[in-house]
């Protein structure tokens, strides 16, 4: 057991929060208020919309004026405030020259606003350099395409890093070598919640001309019932808003669709039965797609039981094409063995069908065999 201390709140003194009503000082207000700690809100406007919002409030001059250090060195002794939140540049980079002498001991609560807002984008550019430094070597039958460029893919890695879900890292590499050894057709996902393999999916199916991406989901509490072995998953699962979440995958995949993502609101059985019978989708959000109706890559990450994760594979592995790629996602799960044991019936079941398979992040990826004129 790894026993982590958790240092004393540094000060019980209040936190003035300067300026106030921006975006950033106001998720720090509510987590403050959330923690219980002690905050006041300051604005140098005469009147500022974010007031009503804090326990608390003093008005202070510009930071450009000459008597803001006088009148900031008088809030911090009448309110005994003992640290300060700003996330404006300016204001940060001001104060952190001139707190010491101005109030010694009260310190910025904050580190520079542009280290934390830069944070996200250097480490995706920084793991973009890794990827392309480190690409996997696949035993596919199919010749790569060229990488995508290091901004390419540190835009990609960016922007899944914002959408809540689940994907790790290793995962996330393993996809986008695969869709590099592609070839052309439909991308089907089984299972797609917020969207962040979606999203992955989409901009992969973009940089490497994959073709459209076609997104499968029930979107309801029903079909979230996994009878996963401790029941924890199914606790959680019955907290959640299903409706919420398929707005949630909408505003996270609308401005990445280049007309080239649908979904079905359907149990994944279902919507294989549509699939087969009709390839044109059509939602209000993302209008009218035709798909080709021949998978290049499906990628089943739906009900994780082992009854519904066999019956996804059953419904929709006869449609990917020779040569394409099927990925079965938490086949290492700490809940169940439900994609487990139906990647591995699927495997025992078509080994003459298949050219390669590994696991990588918590993944099974497993590429199907082309006919030997490499034509597939
Ligand atoms: C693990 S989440 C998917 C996570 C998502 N791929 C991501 O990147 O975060 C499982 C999803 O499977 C969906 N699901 C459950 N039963 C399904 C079914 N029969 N067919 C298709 N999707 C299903 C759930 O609604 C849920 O959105």
Known sequence: MKITTIPPRSTAKPVLIFP????????????????????????????????D?????????????????????????????GGIYTPNLVAWDFLNRTLQELAP????????????????YRAAFQQAGQLLETTLTLASNLPAKQAATKIELAALLRHADVIP??????????LCEIARHSRGGDIVEIGSWWGKSAFILARLARLYQIGKLLCVDPW?????????????????????????????FEMNILPYNANHVNYLRLPSVDAATRYRSDTTVNTATFGCTDYS???????????????????????????????GWIIVDDY????????QRAGDEFMAAHQDKIDSAFVMGSALFIQLSSPPDGNA
């Open 293 to 323: 109706g021949r998978i290049a890559i499906l990628h089943i990450d739906g009900n994780h039981s082992y009854h519904a994760a066999s019956a996804d594979i059953a419904a929709w592995s006869g449609l990917v094409l020779a040569g």
């Open 332 to 339: 290492i799960w700490p809940y169940g063995d439900g994609p």
């Open 165 to 174: 879900g689940m994907c790790d890292h290793e995962k996330l590499r393993a």
């Open 53 to 81: 919002k804090y326990p608390a409030w003093l008005t202070l001059p510009y930071i450009t004026e000459p008597n803001f250090p006088a009148e900031l060195q008088q809030a911090i002794a009448q309110f005994d405030i």
């Open 220 to 248: 309801s509490n029903q079909h979230l019932v996994q009878n996963d072995e401790q029941g924890m998953v199914d606790i959680v699962s019955a907290q959640v808003d299903a409706d919420e979440a398929l707005a949630v």
């Open 20 to 51: 106030a009503g921006m975006p950033r000082s106001l998720e720090y207000l509510r987590k403050s208020l959330s923690d219980g700690r002690a905050v006041i809100g300051a604005s140098s406007l005469n009147l500022d919309p974010s007031q």
């Open 105 to 120: 001991g009260v310190t910025l609560v904050n580190a520079s606003p542009s280290d934390t807002e830069l944070h996200g």
